[in-house]
């Protein structure tokens, strides 16, 4: 049977009730507070007999025989497919995030760092933002730097205006008097052509070259080739002490696991990245604990949504925080960002 179907009016309601109360108390829930809470023309007694069909069908746990109840995974995910209402952001919350966006400065990391960090300022909980993969960064200027006799520093600048600079050690030595015209070369033929084929594509180029040029990529190439490979996106994280407040995490064992995993950021990253191709990364998604398939976040959700510049899928950006979150609010907060930082990242690369 459909899962929208499963449930009837007063068990959804009932549902709502509890995953509200608990998001807002973090204490279990019982009938009689459902009742008084929302106003409910029901007796605490029916109400209990509820919540015990949701327990019975997996949608609510007691966490112990004398407390009320708590949201399962499967709960809250009902709760977020079915029965939470979108929430729109108040001006205020939209001014501030547009302030903040004019306030940055012309370097993109700098830019994504920020973001994250209000991100977590306005949700009370950890930012994250994922900046754009190497296959997504063109080359806007790159230039060799002569260290010593074998040893070059290669300088790339790209359309977001991120400057990387990668120490190469070389196999042959490179002549000072090549330098100059090396990089005029390089900026000829690899303006335009994303970060990570660089080397693959004067390996192109260099079919159509005579002469001096064709002298001039192949030395071109015996750098480039040792240039280490760029990792993923990188994943700017803030906000993480905040997530060790909430009630949940008072526990240190559970504590220290979390923390494990958001020091892995590359991991974190891929797990991030391999959620939203599932979803085919065309609107917001959230993962609620164990839907991460991953040691250490169980406890864990994530409101994530992609982010697009010059209309392509970039990055990702989101909010990370315990289940019990305000799932409506944040994906709010979570699309509008990621529409401006589109939109500002967008205009930085034109």
Same mark, same amino acid.
């Given at each position: 049977?459909?899962?929208?179907?499963?449930?009837?009016?007063?068990?959804?309601?009932?549902?709502?009730?509890?995953?509200?109360?608990?998001?807002?108390?973090?204490?279990?829930?019982?009938?009689?507070?459902?009742?008084?809470?929302?106003?409910?023309?029901?007796?605490?007694?029916?109400?209990?007999?509820?919540?015990?069909?949701?327990?019975?069908?997996?949608?609510?746990?007691?966490?112990?025989?004398?407390?009320?109840?708590?949201?399962?995974?499967?709960?809250?995910?009902?709760?977020?497919?079915?029965?939470?209402?979108?929430?729109?952001?108040?001006?205020?919350?939209?001014?501030?995030?547009?302030?903040?966006?004019?306030?940055?400065?012309?370097?993109?990391?700098?830019?994504?760092?920020?973001?994250?960090?209000?991100?977590?300022?306005?949700?009370?909980?950890?930012?994250?933002?994922?900046?754009?993969?190497?296959?997504?960064?063109?080359?806007?200027?790159?230039?060799?730097?002569?260290?010593?006799?074998?040893?070059?520093?290669?300088?790339?600048?790209?359309?977001?205006?991120?400057?990387?600079?990668?120490?190469?050690?070389?196999?042959?030595?490179?002549?000072?008097?090549?330098?100059?015209?090396?990089?005029?070369?390089?900026?000829?033929?690899?303006?335009?052509?994303?970060?990570?084929?660089?080397?693959?594509?004067?390996?192109?180029?260099?079919?159509? +070259? =005579?002469? !001096?040029?064709?002298? &001039? *990529?192949?030395?071109?190439?015996?750098?480039? @080739?040792?240039?280490?490979?760029? %990792?993923?996106?990188?994943?700017?994280?803030?906000?993480?002490?905040?997530?060790?407040?909430?009630?949940?995490?008072?526990?240190?064992?559970?504590?220290?696991?979390?923390?494990? +995993? =958001?020091? !892995?950021?590359?991991? &974190? *990253?891929?797990?991030?990245?391999?959620?939203? @191709?599932?979803?085919?990364?065309? %609107?917001?998604?959230?993962?609620?604990?164990?839907?991460?398939?991953?040691?250490?976040?169980?406890?864990?959700?994530?409101?994530?949504?992609?982010?697009?510049?010059?209309?392509?899928?970039?990055?990702?950006?989101?909010? &990370?925080?315990?289940?019990?979150?305000?799932?409506?609010?944040?994906?709010?907060?979570?699309?509008?960002?990621?529409?401006?930082?589109?939109?500002?990242?967008?205009?930085?690369?034109?």
């Amino acid at each position: 049977m459909n899962q929208d179907l499963e449930l009837s009016e007063r068990e959804r309601l009932i549902l709502r009730a509890v995953v509200h109360t608990y998001i807002t108390t973090a204490e279990p829930v019982g009938s009689r507070s459902v009742v008084r809470r929302f106003g409910l023309d029901l007796s605490a007694a029916t109400v209990r007999n509820v919540m015990y069909d949701l327990e019975e069908a997996g949608f609510l746990q007691q966490l112990h025989t004398s407390s009320g109840r708590v949201p399962t995974d499967r709960g809250y995910r009902y709760y977020v497919d079915y029965l939470m209402r979108a929430q729109e952001l108040t001006l205020a919350e939209r001014t501030r995030i547009e302030r903040e966006f004019r306030a940055k400065m012309d370097d993109a990391d700098e830019v994504m760092r920020q973001t994250s960090h209000l991100l977590a300022l306005i949700s009370h909980q950890t930012g994250i933002v994922e900046a754009p993969a190497e296959e997504n960064a063109m080359v806007r200027r790159i230039e060799l730097v002569s260290v010593s006799e074998m040893r070059v520093a290669v300088m790339v600048v790209d359309n977001y205006g991120r400057v990387r600079t990668m120490m190469v050690p070389l196999d042959v030595p490179l002549e000072i008097n090549k330098l100059a015209k090396l990089n005029g070369f390089l900026n000829e033929h690899l303006e335009g052509v994303p970060v990570n084929q660089l080397a693959s594509s004067l390996h192109e180029t260099m079919r159509t +070259l =005579l002469d !001096e040029q064709r002298q &001039l *990529a192949q030395a071109a190439v015996r750098v480039l @080739d040792l240039v280490p490979h760029e %990792r993923p996106g990188q994943l700017f994280l803030e906000g993480a002490t905040q997530l060790f407040e909430q009630p949940e995490f008072r526990d240190v064992n559970r504590a220290r696991e979390v923390f494990n +995993l =958001l020091e !892995e950021r590359k991991r &974190l *990253a891929e797990l991030l990245r391999m959620r939203m @191709d599932e979803r085919g990364g065309a %609107r917001s998604w959230v993962v609620i604990g164990s839907e991460t398939q991953a040691d250490g976040l169980e406890d864990i959700s994530v409101v994530a949504s992609p982010y697009c510049v010059e209309g392509r899928t970039v990055g990702l950006l989101g909010v &990370l925080g315990p289940r019990r979150m305000p799932y409506s609010r944040l994906t709010a907060v979570v699309e509008y960002t990621a529409s401006m930082l589109g939109r500002f990242l967008t205009r930085l690369a034109g």
